[in-house]
T-cell receptor, first 117, second 109 residues
Framework: GAVVSQHPSWVICKSGTSVKIECRSLDFQATTMFWYRQFPKQSLMLMATSNEGSKATYEQGVEKDKFLINHASLTLSTLTVTSAHPEDSSFYIC?????????????FGPGTRLTVL | SQQGEEDPQALSIQEGENATMNCSYKTSINNLQWYRQNSGRGLVHLILIRSNEREKHSGRLRVTLDTSKKSSSLLITASRAADTASYFCATDGGSRLTFGEGTQLTVNP
């Protein structure tokens, strides 16, 4: 149980285009979903926290207009990187936290490798 | 900034040996968690230890927590080549996880 998927697993796009990444909790309802960014050989940096049906809370230094997060249901959150530039190239990982016995533990998706040319 | 600091940054051992990784943090926590990440993959949750616990076991994993020293250790016994990965500690202060810089473990066959 507690499986989180991400789609796509990798994407290459041209500078200036927008890219949408989906994060789904497959077998549980996620009260909260998190989006992280990880640069090579570095740790995970939290970008934003989202709760279903409400606006995401962004970490300091993360542009909300550039990284659009939508958490429309208890099993789906999307991250849209708008007008992507090469410096946005990174590994984006989502996680989901459920309720009940799944509280306190975040279950991570497999990540999405974004390369912006 | 990252709260957790891990050492060593990199560890290389032979199969069958034990591997110990340490994590220090600065603020009070509700719990501390350890994750494994294989290269280019997502994170796999290994173990969670609450602030009122001192030691926890799961298979070949042993985690200790010393809240007075604000530190934790992860011990992997009888290591295998498949244990090669990056290991991260993450502290939960109530609203979010804060990850350490990670330890890259290499287990040589």
């Amino acid at each position: 149980g507690a499986v989180v998927s991400q789609h796509p697993s990798w994407v290459i796009c041209k500078s200036g285009t927008s890219v949408k990444i989906e994060c789904r909790s497959l077998d549980f309802q996620a009260t909260t979903m998190f989006w992280y960014r990880q640069f090579p050989k570095q740790s995970l940096m939290l970008m934003a926290t989202s709760n279903e049906g409400s606006k995401a809370t962004y970490e300091q230094g993360v542009e909300k207009d550039k990284f659009l997060i939508n958490h429309a249901s208890l099993t789906l959150s999307t991250l849209t990187v708008t007008s992507a530039h090469p410096e946005d190239s990174s590994f984006y990982i989502c996680s989901a936290e459920g309720g009940g016995a799944l509280t306190d533990t975040q279950y991570f998706g497999p990540g999405t490798r974004l390369t912006v040319l | 900034s990252q709260q957790g600091e891990e050492d060593p940054q990199a560890l290389s051992i032979q199969e069958g040996e034990n591997a110990t990784m340490n994590c220090s943090y600065k603020t009070s926590i509700n719990n501390l968690q350890w994750y494994r990440q294989n290269s280019g993959r997502g994170l796999v949750h290994l173990i969670l230890i609450r602030s009122n616990e001192r030691e926890k076991h799961s298979g070949r994993l042993r985690v200790t927590l010393d809240t007075s020293k604000k530190s934790s250790s992860l011990l992997i016994t009888a290591s295998r080549a498949a244990d090669t990965a990056s290991y991260f500690c993450a502290t939960d202060g109530g609203s979010r996880l804060t990850f350490g810089e990670g330890t890259q473990l290499t287990v040589n066959p």
